[in-house]
């Protein structure tokens, strides 16, 4: 873009395709030569790529492209039609189609001529148009963000929700997220924007020296704070390395020569050793039948050193890989029987080993990796791929990009189309978050943050952002799925919706017809979509029912946070109501009812010195209550008389679900109980759904947990031990060994909440012979 260039435009008007008056000779010959010669140099490039380019329509967008450019030269002082051709080299280097050659090669027109929009169109097509237009959009909306010097997660972060701001510091906020929005959507209306976008950064952080220092710092915080990582989130691994050196040469250059300097030093020692153990590997992997295997070293990059030097505080001496060994072969099979080779000739350093491949990375991303003592006794890490792993690995959407257009009927071609459509459909959902704050908060999470990568049962990938829950994947299967969803099946183990998905689980979504979304999923639920999708479903209630539900979970949240009933009469709601953008009373219950409204919110404008409830902290310091005292609200009538299910014990964070039995009472089950499935099946329209269930700070309630194990000497001791230091008091105990010789550990303890529930049990699952940890659905059945 023109971040690096003098323009020196020349014409103005409609252009009309005429050429821009310059002066008649402008370029020396030798510029003109070296102009040529690089184009040249695109072509070849370009007959590596399939589908080949046509050379015809290259050579016109390049002429059209230094017609156009005529008369501007960059700060460096060369012609700037070398930045254009640079741009398309890079991205022909990462096998882009036509289209993308075109729109590289004349990104910078619409921004820095008189050329329209029309013409460029019926020149080049609407594709290519669409590109430049998105390409430009994203470097001006960038360029509005104005990071901070510490980056974007401060730059652009809305304030707190319910925090007082300035009028002034508001409306900054609210422009930087609207400029965020618009970066989004300017990629989501054609995903080449991306590589073509991340091409012209890498070639204006190549030439960055020709900028004066404020530039530089302000290229580099971009290019570091969201250039970098975009590329990371697509896969692009050769621009994504490049660019984080280039950004810490230009924002740390002390740090950079330093470490630098530190890696020279001992290269040559390095490289020295590493040959020798790819000449080990290869002979000794072609002795074993993989004659084709391609065995190389490679360096890692200056600010990977870097970083693991910060992070790990090491010295350069104690990072022994530096440099990594890659095998690359044919199949996937190889890639299992490499790494059995690689074993017979060095020992493996215990933990280090990584299956990528049955695992793959949220970029899709596949590799074997291990560690080894190498011919030294030094740590080597090596890598075994195969050939399309190793393409995608390097170019990331961009190789997917390149499979579809050449047309791949293969499984190759299809995971093209499903990572392409999935990371559309999430820039798109992402900018659609009508929330300022949790616009912010998911474009950390899923375009910059972590992902994992879960299976439906049929094995089809679906990508989630690090965190994301079951129910989160419900959604994302189908909204229908996510209403009804009760909980799931991983690995033949019942979880709740509150489960967190990890990479590799297959995960199969139970469902029942009869349940519908409870307020608390949108505590639940970490993606937009589903959140969005959760909301909508209430939205959808008639006003009337949202009215009760907020007027319930309103009186619930009051409790728990010390407000005083009075304040939650309708007068004072009338008057706090405008504050919050609501005409009256029942408005503002309506809003928290459908989910539109935090309902902390309105509690700290009721009392600003309230506390939010949070599970934990000091209940513990509080008199422990019992079931008789749990607060239980139902259309809005508070106290209702209810008992809690001696089968399933439901507790405050589960999802209950009501029974009105034949003598008046209601009673509380888990939506997962399997008394609760029965009654159901006979009596449907005995089952209550919109209860809200929270108990009053410092009760603690009864629940039954199951610890299966080896039998063993000592279980017992080891799993009351954990439970004792939690500061969970086990009201009971009994043990007993299945036939299969697994021992099982029944307890009956006392816990406030779910999440205290769940922190106990990953505690207990990290005890040594310690199988699962489980809390039952129903009655206990028959010992095994």
Same mark, same amino acid.
């Given at each position: 873009?023109?971040?690096?260039?003098?323009?020196?435009?020349?014409?103005?008007?409609?252009?009309?395709?005429?050429?821009?008056?310059?002066?008649?000779?402008?370029?020396?010959?030798?510029?003109?030569?070296?102009?040529?010669?690089?184009?040249?140099?695109?072509?070849?490039?370009?007959?590596?790529?399939?589908?080949?380019?046509?050379?015809?329509?290259?050579?016109?967008?390049?002429?059209?492209?230094?017609?156009?450019?005529?008369?501007?030269?960059?700060?460096?002082?060369?012609?700037?039609?070398?930045?254009?051709?640079?741009?398309?080299?890079?991205?022909?280097?990462?096998?882009?189609?036509?289209?993308?050659?075109?729109?590289?090669?004349?990104?910078?027109?619409?921004?820095?001529?008189?050329?329209?929009?029309?013409?460029?169109?019926?020149?080049?097509?609407?594709?290519?148009?669409?590109?430049?237009?998105?390409?430009?959009?994203?470097?001006?909306?960038?360029?509005?963000?104005?990071?901070?010097?510490?980056?974007?997660?401060?730059?652009?972060?809305?304030?707190?929700?319910?925090?007082?701001?300035?009028?002034?510091?508001?409306?900054?906020?609210?422009?930087?997220?609207?400029?965020?929005?618009?970066?989004?959507?300017?990629?989501?209306?054609?995903?080449?924007?991306?590589?073509?976008?991340?091409?012209?950064?890498?070639?204006?952080?190549?030439?960055?020296?020709?900028?004066?220092?404020?530039?530089?710092?302000?290229?580099?915080?971009?290019?570091?704070?969201?250039?970098?990582?975009?590329?990371?989130?697509?896969?692009?691994?050769?621009?994504?390395?490049?660019?984080?050196?280039?950004?810490?040469?230009?924002?740390?250059?002390?740090?950079?020569?330093?470490?630098?300097?530190?890696?020279?030093?001992?290269?040559?020692?390095?490289?020295?050793?590493?040959?020798?153990?790819?000449?080990?590997?290869?002979?000794?992997?072609?002795?074993?039948?993989?004659?084709?295997?391609?065995?190389?070293?490679?360096?890692?990059?200056?600010?990977?050193?870097?970083?693991?030097?910060?992070?790990?505080?090491?010295?350069?001496?104690?990072?022994?890989?530096?440099?990594?060994?890659?095998?690359?072969?044919?199949?996937?099979?190889?890639?299992?029987?490499?790494?059995?080779?690689?074993?017979?000739?060095?020992?493996?350093?215990?933990?280090?080993?990584?299956?990528?491949?049955?695992?793959?990375?949220?970029?899709?991303?596949?590799?074997?990796?291990?560690?080894?003592?190498?011919?030294?006794?030094?740590?080597?890490?090596?890598?075994?791929?195969?050939?399309?792993?190793?393409?995608?690995?390097?170019?990331?959407?961009?190789?997917?990009?390149?499979?579809?257009?050449?047309?791949?009927?293969?499984?190759?071609?299809?995971?093209?189309?499903?990572?392409?459509?999935?990371?559309?459909?999430?820039?798109?959902?992402?900018?659609?978050?009508?929330?300022?704050?949790?616009?912010?908060?998911?474009?950390?999470?899923?375009?910059?943050?972590?992902?994992?990568?879960?299976?439906?049962?049929?094995?089809?990938?679906?990508?989630?952002?690090?965190?994301?829950?079951?129910?989160?994947?419900?959604?994302?299967?189908?909204?229908?799925?996510?209403?009804? $969803?009760?909980?799931?099946?991983?690995?033949?183990?019942?979880?709740?919706?509150?489960?967190?998905?990890?990479?590799?689980?297959?995960?199969?979504?139970?469902?029942?017809?009869?349940?519908?979304?409870?307020?608390?999923?949108?505590?639940?639920?970490?993606?937009?979509? $589903?959140?969005?999708?959760?909301?909508?479903?209430?939205?959808?209630?008639?006003?009337?029912?949202?009215?009760?539900?907020?007027?319930?979970?309103?009186?619930?949240? $009051?409790?728990?946070?010390?407000?005083?009933?009075?304040?939650?009469?309708?007068?004072?709601?009338?008057?706090?109501?405008?504050?919050?953008?609501?005409?009256?009373?029942?408005?503002?219950?309506?809003?928290?009812?459908?989910?539109?409204?935090?309902?902390?919110?309105?509690?700290?404008?009721?009392?600003?010195?309230?506390?939010?409830?949070?599970?934990?902290?000091?209940?513990?310091?509080?008199?422990?209550?019992?079931?008789?005292?749990?607060?239980?609200?139902?259309?809005?009538?508070?106290?209702?008389?209810?008992?809690?299910?001696?089968?399933?014990?439901?507790?405050?964070?589960?999802?209950?679900?009501?029974?009105?039995?034949?003598?008046?009472?209601?009673?509380?089950?888990?939506?997962?109980?399997?008394?609760?499935?029965?009654?159901?099946?006979?009596?449907?329209?005995?089952?209550?759904?919109?209860?809200?269930?929270?108990?009053?700070?410092?009760?603690?309630?009864?629940?039954?947990?199951?610890?299966?194990?080896?039998?063993?000497?000592?279980?017992?001791?080891?799993?009351?031990?954990?439970?004792?230091?939690?500061?969970?008091?086990?009201?009971?105990?009994?043990?007993?060994?299945?036939?299969?010789?697994?021992?099982?550990?029944?307890?009956?303890?006392?816990?406030?909440?779910?999440?205290?529930?769940?922190?106990?049990?990953?505690?207990?699952?990290?005890?040594?012979?310690?199988?699962?940890?489980?809390?039952?659905?129903?009655?206990?059945?028959?010992?095994?």
């Amino acid at each position: 873009m023109k971040g690096n260039t003098e323009c020196a435009k020349a014409g103005n008007g409609d252009t009309s395709g005429l050429p821009l008056e310059v002066p008649a000779r402008w370029l020396t010959a030798a510029e003109e030569a070296a102009i040529e010669a690089e184009f040249q140099a695109l072509l070849e490039d370009a007959r590596k790529i399939t589908p080949r380019p046509d050379p015809t329509v290259l050579r016109t967008a390049f002429e059209f492209a230094h017609e156009r450019h005529s008369g501007q030269r960059r700060d460096s002082g060369e012609p700037y039609i070398v930045h254009p051709l640079a741009v398309a080299r890079i991205v022909a280097s990462l096998g882009l189609d036509q289209v993308s050659l075109v729109s590289a090669l004349c990104h910078d027109i619409l921004e820095m001529t008189p050329t329209t929009r029309e013409e460029m169109e019926r020149r080049f097509g609407s594709e290519v148009l669409r590109v430049v237009e998105g390409v430009t959009k994203v470097e001006y909306h960038v360029s509005k963000i104005s990071l901070g010097e510490t980056g974007q997660q401060e730059a652009a972060q809305p304030a707190a929700e319910g925090a007082t701001v300035s009028p002034r510091a508001e409306k900054r906020s609210s422009g930087r997220i609207a400029n965020l929005r618009h970066f989004i959507l300017a990629m989501v209306e054609d995903l080449r924007v991306i590589p073509v976008k991340l091409a012209d950064r890498l070639h204006n952080m190549r030439t960055l020296d020709a900028k004066d220092a404020q530039a530089r710092a302000r290229i580099a915080l971009e290019t570091e704070q969201i250039y970098a990582p975009l590329a990371h989130r697509v896969g692009i691994w050769q621009l994504k390395w490049e660019l984080e050196d280039l950004a810490f040469k230009h924002r740390q250059p002390a740090e950079y020569r330093r470490v630098a300097e530190l890696v020279e030093q001992t290269r040559a020692e390095r490289q020295k050793e590493v040959d020798e153990a790819v000449r080990i590997l290869r002979e000794h992997l072609h002795a074993r039948g993989l004659t084709n295997a391609h065995v190389t070293g490679r360096a890692k990059h200056l600010y990977s050193v870097y970083r693991k030097m910060v992070t790990q505080n090491l010295a350069i001496t104690d990072i022994y890989d530096l440099v990594a060994i890659r095998v690359i072969v044919d199949t996937r099979a190889q890639c299992y029987e490499a790494f059995g080779y690689v074993s017979e000739i060095w020992p493996s350093i215990p933990n280090t080993f990584a299956d990528y491949i049955a695992n793959r990375k949220s970029n899709l991303y596949q590799s074997l990796h291990v560690k080894v003592r190498g011919p030294q006794g030094k740590p080597i890490e090596i890598q075994i791929r195969t050939w399309d792993m190793h393409r995608t690995a390097e170019f990331g959407l961009a190789a997917h990009w390149a499979y579809k257009e050449a047309g791949d009927e293969g499984k190759a071609s299809a995971d093209a189309d499903r990572r392409i459509s999935q990371l559309r459909r999430m820039l798109f959902e992402l900018a659609q978050e009508p929330s300022d704050t949790d616009f912010y908060r998911t474009v950390l999470q899923d375009l910059f943050g972590d992902h994992v990568i879960v299976f439906t049962p049929k094995g089809d990938p679906i990508e989630l952002p690090k965190g994301a829950t079951v129910l989160d994947f419900a959604y994302r299967i189908h909204t229908d799925v996510g209403t009804h $969803a009760i909980g799931a099946r991983i690995g033949g183990r019942f979880v709740d919706l509150s489960h967190e998905c990890r990479s590799g689980d297959t995960i199969e979504v139970v469902t029942r017809s009869s349940n519908t979304p409870s307020l608390d999923w949108l505590t639940i639920a970490k993606t937009t979509y $589903a959140r969005s999708k959760i909301k909508g479903y209430f939205r959808k209630l008639t006003f009337d029912d949202n009215v009760v539900r907020g007027r319930a979970v309103l009186q619930a949240e $009051a409790e728990r946070a010390g407000v005083e009933p009075q304040r939650l009469r309708d007068e004072s709601l009338q008057e706090i109501a405008p504050s919050l953008n609501h005409v009256g009373a029942r408005e503002l219950l309506a809003a928290i009812g459908n989910g539109t409204l935090s309902v902390h919110r309105v509690v700290r404008k009721l009392a600003p010195a309230a506390q939010p409830s949070h599970p934990g902290g000091a209940r513990s310091r509080l008199r422990l209550g019992n079931a008789a005292g749990l607060e239980v609200s139902l259309d809005g009538t508070t106290n209702v008389h209810y008992a809690r299910c001696a089968a399933c014990f439901p507790i405050p964070g589960d999802n209950v679900v009501g029974y009105s039995s034949r003598l008046g009472t209601l009673k509380l089950h888990r939506a997962e109980c399997t008394e609760l499935a029965r009654l159901a099946d006979a009596e449907p329209e005995r089952i209550l759904r919109d209860v809200v269930y929270a108990g009053r700070l410092g009760q603690k309630f009864i629940v039954r947990m199951l610890v299966y194990g080896t039998d063993r000497v000592g279980l017992l001791a080891d799993v009351s031990r954990v439970i004792s230091d939690t500061g969970v008091n086990i009201r009971s105990n009994r043990t007993y060994t299945r036939r299969s010789g697994r021992a099982v550990l029944e307890y009956m303890i006392e816990v406030p909440n779910t999440e205290e529930y769940n922190l106990l049990a990953q505690r207990i699952t990290a005890l040594a012979d310690v199988l699962s940890v489980e809390r039952p659905a129903g009655s206990i059945g028959k010992r095994e």
